[in-house]
């Protein structure tokens, strides 16, 4: 892949100078739905899947990009006097929008670069390609004006801070520090209301995870992404009238049950409720992870789902039909919808001997139900933003 990616770099730039390499993972979020804007725990892992990237610094301010999965856009051409987001730039913006951050931060970038990305994470389906682009340029510009102040979970908030200033999308914290701090082998427990966290081995020896893409491109910008926050924000401050809270993930249910009816809207009731829920099912997953309870496990990932069709309500047809197909299927330890929802991916944990008759059921399940084709992943975790 690098050679190849090396290659196609000279032949768009030319050779020479110090070209250097990069890989940044896509996540999968195996719990812990719409909890990272809550102050709650999200339980997500990295993946071999990505996004690779090959540079070199320029001597002038240009800032010259191409991604070899969208060959006909060519060469998208800016310049770092001009960093003003433009539709028509696509992956780009999100590209402009990490180096826009860094300045708006204080740093110098003063001079532009050639870049070629190319990446086999699937756009538009919830496995994070945005926040992985973001994050190799982050971990680029550190290693380019060797920001030694910056350590992995500061580019993780400047990423962040792109995505929400420069890009208007409100996402949380989860994804960009997922793929700036993951790890081959293990999921990463974080606690995002003070950025603490875990790695918890992932040892799968009997079961495969398999992302499942609905085909449904789930556009997070365009999506009722933000209204849920806004729900969530209106039932904390309805809360605050009667508690201390300063995030809804402070509540354990008990408590919740206790003092809803501070809540005026009953939609904001249940959006609350997925909040409270789901956290305390992060909290639950992770302990059985530990103790390699993955029946428990699964149980769990299946009841993050309905809470997210029923109380939160980002499920939709095409999600709801591949989970219903896989709890069909006795072979499936667990199901969920993952990521932003409204389209996009389900996760599901299969045992080994049950993986081809997985994709084959779900996948025509599926197909009978929506009139098209799903795509299936058998995934494995990777590390998180690295030079290779
Ligand atoms: C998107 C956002 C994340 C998170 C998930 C839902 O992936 O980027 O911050 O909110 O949705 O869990």
């Given at each position: 892949?690098?050679?190849?990616l090396?290659k196609?770099?000279?032949?768009?730039?030319?050779e020479g100078?110090?070209?250097?390499?990069?890989?940044?993972?896509?996540?999968?979020?195996?719990?812990?739905?719409?909890?990272?804007?809550?102050g709650?725990?999200?339980?997500?892992?990295?993946?071999?899947l990505?996004?690779?990237?090959?540079?070199?610094?320029?001597?002038d301010?240009?800032?010259r990009?191409f991604s070899q999965n969208?060959?006909?856009?060519?060469?998208?051409e800016?310049?770092?006097?001009?960093?003003?987001?433009?539709p028509?730039?696509?992956?780009?913006?999100?590209l402009?929008?990490v180096?826009?951050?860094?300045i708006?931060k204080?740093?110098?970038?003063?001079?532009?670069m050639?870049?070629m990305?190319?990446?086999?994470?699937?756009?538009?389906?919830?496995?994070?390609?945005?926040a992985?682009?973001?994050?190799?340029m982050c971990?680029i510009?550190?290693e380019?004006?060797?920001?030694?102040d910056?350590s992995?979970?500061?580019?993780?908030?400047?990423?962040?801070?792109?995505?929400?200033?420069?890009?208007?999308?409100?996402?949380?914290?989860?994804d960009?520090?997922?793929?700036a701090?993951?790890?081959?082998?293990?999921?990463?427990?974080l606690?995002?209301?003070n950025?603490?966290?875990?790695?918890?081995?992932?040892?799968l020896?009997?079961?495969?995870?398999?992302?499942?893409?609905?085909?449904?491109?789930?556009?997070?910008?365009n999506s009722k992404?933000?209204?849920?926050?806004?729900?969530?924000?209106?039932a904390?401050?309805?809360?605050?009238?009667l508690?201390t809270?300063?995030s809804?993930?402070?509540?354990?249910?008990?408590?919740?049950e206790?003092?809803?009816?501070a809540?005026?809207?009953?939609?904001?009731v249940?959006?609350a409720r997925?909040a409270?829920?789901?956290?305390?099912?992060?909290?639950?997953?992770a302990?059985a992870?530990?103790?390699?309870?993955?029946?428990?496990?699964?149980k769990?990932?299946n009841?993050?789902?309905?809470?997210?069709?029923?109380?939160?309500?980002?499920?939709?047809?095409?999600?709801?039909?591949l989970v219903q197909?896989?709890w069909?299927h006795?072979?499936?330890?667990g199901?969920r919808?993952?990521?932003?929802?409204?389209?996009?991916?389900?996760?599901?944990?299969?045992k080994?001997?049950?993986?081809?008759?997985?994709?084959?059921?779900?996948g025509?399940?599926?197909?009978?139900t929506?009139?098209y084709?799903?795509d299936?992943?058998?995934?494995?975790?990777?590390s998180?933003v690295?030079?290779?």
């Amino acid at each position: 892949m690098k050679e190849k990616l090396l290659k196609k770099f000279a032949e768009l730039f030319g050779e020479g100078g110090d070209i250097l390499s990069y890989f940044s993972p896509g996540r999968v979020n195996l719990i812990g739905g719409h909890t990272d804007y809550n102050g709650g725990h999200v339980f997500p892992c990295t993946l071999t899947l990505g996004t690779y990237a090959v540079v070199r610094k320029r001597r002038d301010q240009k800032l010259r990009f191409f991604s070899q999965n969208m060959e006909q856009i060519g060469i998208l051409e800016s310049d770092l006097s001009d960093l003003i987001f433009n539709p028509a730039d696509g992956f780009g913006n999100y590209l402009k929008g990490v180096i826009w951050s860094f300045i708006q931060k204080g740093y110098s970038i003063p001079y532009g670069m050639d870049l070629m990305v190319a990446g086999d994470i699937p756009s538009g389906a919830g496995l994070s390609s945005s926040a992985s682009l973001e994050m190799v340029m982050c971990l680029i510009l550190k290693e380019m004006y060797d920001f030694s102040d910056l350590s992995l979970s500061d580019l993780a908030l400047i990423a962040q801070s792109a995505e929400n200033m420069y890009c208007h999308i409100h996402c949380g914290i989860m994804d960009p520090f997922t793929i700036a701090m993951g790890k081959k082998g293990h999921a990463l427990f974080l606690d995002t209301s003070n950025l603490s966290y875990e790695y918890i081995p992932l040892h799968l020896e009997h079961e495969k995870l398999i992302i499942a893409y609905s085909n449904k491109k789930r556009c997070i910008a365009n999506s009722k992404y933000n209204e849920r926050r806004r729900e969530c924000e209106t039932a904390l401050y309805d809360l605050q009238k009667l508690t201390t809270i300063s995030s809804l993930s402070e509540l354990t249910m008990d408590a919740f049950e206790m003092v809803k009816s501070a809540i005026s809207d009953p939609i904001c009731v249940k959006r609350a409720r997925h909040a409270v829920s789901e956290n305390q099912r992060t909290i639950q997953a992770a302990r059985a992870l530990k103790e390699n309870d993955l029946i428990l496990f699964g149980k769990l990932m299946n009841q993050s789902h309905i809470s997210l069709r029923d109380d939160y309500e980002v499920t939709g047809k095409e999600l709801d039909t591949l989970v219903q197909a896989a709890w069909e299927h006795q072979g499936v330890l667990g199901a969920r919808m993952t990521g932003a929802g409204f389209g996009g991916c389900t996760v599901n944990l299969v045992k080994n001997e049950s993986v081809d008759s997985f994709i084959e059921q779900v996948g025509e399940k599926y197909q009978n139900t929506i009139g098209y084709p799903a795509d299936f992943y058998v995934v494995k975790t990777g590390s998180g933003v690295c030079r290779c």
